[in-house]
């Protein structure tokens, strides 16, 4: 018997420990699946500008998407406004780059289920390589704008993707793919600056990131354990076409006990979504999206439409320089707040929408009455944006997750990806206007 219940515990205990590795592994995978995602998408929106700008510097006519490009650079320009602001907006390059990804999040939910997870990375992973090749090697602004696009393809199929994938593992992945997300704001930034700052030319620099969509395709297939139920290279409707059958089967074979248990309510509740199941979803999920599409809008109309204003000529700082730290200190922001789902959870998504718009109105009135004594208690602002963003993205999903009905899950993560590009679209637009007043003056 001693014998017996030392076996049993030794089981137990080897049982816990790969437990406990299988989560890690999980969560660790997640994490570098958020990572690559965005971080192919940070690092070409920069590299984008760096060979869009030298285009234009060896070219005389300089093409409409160049002139736009040149306006994110955030530089002094040679304007005569007291802003010291470029006269296009960095709004117009925002717009460039999240139009694809809104398409294809308002699309894609609707059909994504007829394509297997495998060939979705796989998809992912062919964008955002040939987003680096396109780029690294152009010789005219239309392919750059193109290597962008593929970026925003593989960054936009790739979120609602892994937001569904979630559901297939245990909650605790959520807070690894939102940390992963924040910090491939950092990285990529830190990364592609500290690159160019040691001597590599854009081109190179690109070249050597082609280890980023290679190592998405490590952390899905190699580092991730992924459960039975996880449809890899079969479409949801194949499996389900596959469960049904076999159901019809023992119930053809079996016992009567067999179809009474065929019968119940839950087994009526099973197989894939119909479009009217599916609009119910989306209604049920307003609760969620406005909110976040209400934090995003005020974040990027601060990022697109304000940032730039809020220059102060007398500080250390150069006007470029100070622009790109706005930008760092906004990244780190998203990085803690989108790590912070393991220690602290907020229901009250409201709650960080309304002081995100706060935010928003605080500092349009600072750009129009310039009341605001120093760039650092802007700095401390744009910190403060950058955690509301960011614990608004991971609690929405987390609460998603959570409250959504089993058979719903997987479709409502996917959908309510749409919030924050929607959010990031109307903030581009309303940015627009708002710029060009202020650089008239």
Partial sequence: MEQTASVNADVIQRSDINGRSTQWRNYIGFWLLGLCNNFA????????????????????????SATLAVGFQGGNSSNSSRYDCNPVSTAAVL?????????????????????PYGMRVLFCAIMATTSFLLVSFSSTVWMSILGVIFASISSGLGELSFLSLTVFFSRDVLGGWGSGTGGAGVAGAFLYSGLIQVGLSPKITLLI????????????????????????????????????SEERQQLMDGSEEEEQEKSTPEDRTTGPLTFTEKLHVIKGLL???????????????????????LYFPNFFLSHAELYRWYQTLYQVGVLVSRSSLCCVKIRKLWALSLLQVVNAVLLLFAVQYQFLPSAWLVFTIVLYEGLLGGAAYVNTFYFISKETEDRQREFAMAAASVGDSLGIALAGLTAFPIHRYFCSL
Avoid: C
């Avoid at 690092?43 to 300089?62: F, P, R």
């Avoid at 717009?95 to 394509?115: E, G, Q, R, S």
């Fill in 287 to 309: 609760r969620f999206v406005f909110p976040l599409g209400l934090v995003y809008f005020a974040e990027y109309f601060i990022n697109q439409g304000l940032m730039e204003l």
């Fill in 95 to 115: 717009l460039a780059d999240i139009l694809p990804t809104l398409l294809i999040k308002l699309l894609a939910p609707f059909v994504i289920h007829k394509l």
């Fill in 209 to 244: 990131m082609l280890v980023v969509p290679f190592a998405m395709l490590i952390s899905y297939f190699f580092l991730l354990v992924p459960p039975p139920s996880l449809p890899q290279w079969k479409s949801r409707e194949t499996e389900y076409a596959a469960v049904a």
């Fill in 41 to 64: 998408y940070v690092v070409m929106l920069s590299a984008a500008h760096d060979v869009l700008k030298k285009q234009e510097s060896g070219n005389a006519t300089v093409s409409a």
